[in-house]
Every structure is written in C-alpha cells, then in structure tokens.
C-alpha cells in the first residue's frame, strides 16, 4: 500500500470509528430506554435492554480496535518519513 493510500485509509477508519462510537453510545440508550419501558409503544423488556448494551460494547470494543490500529499506522508513516529524511542528510 502507497503512503497515501495508507494515510487515507488510517484517516478513514477514524472517522469511521468515531461514528461507530457514536451509535454505540445511541444504542446503549436505546437499551436503556427499552429496559425502563421507555417507548411508550413497547412494553419494558430487560432482555431488549440487555442485547442493546451488549451490541453497544461489542461496538464500542471494535471501535477502539479500529483507533489503535489506525494510529499505530499513522505513527509507523511518521516514524518512517523522520528515518527517510535522517537518511538523505
């Protein structure tokens, strides 16, 4: 992969993280909502609240996943660019 084609998929894939993050957090409420009767249309289920908490942090996990493998990355860009200019000295 070309320099560019990996900073541009690191960047990516933090963006994308912090938008899974985001609806991780969304779905845990929503599992909350759902435990305490929440939508009024829906009767108040504990199992509901508990499979949203447990998407939520799977999403939450994948997502911090995704953060440490993106700015590993990034770092090894930066860390190879200083040896290449340190070289050419």
Do not use: K, Y
Request: glycine fraction near 8%; aromatic fraction near 14%; proline fraction near 2%.
């Amino acid at each position: 992969m070309t320099r560019t084609a990996s900073l541009f998929w690191s960047v990516a894939e933090i963006i994308l993280a912090g938008f899974l993050l985001f609806f991780a957090g969304f779905v845990g409420i929503l599992g909350f909502a759902a435990a305490q009767g929440g939508p009024h249309a829906f009767p108040a289920d504990m199992r509901i609240g508990m499979v949203c908490w447990l998407i939520a942090l799977a999403m939450t996990i994948i997502s911090i996943f995704w953060f440490r493998r993106s700015i590993r990355r990034l770092r090894e860009l930066r860390l190879n660019e200083s040896r290449s200019e340190t070289r050419n000295r």
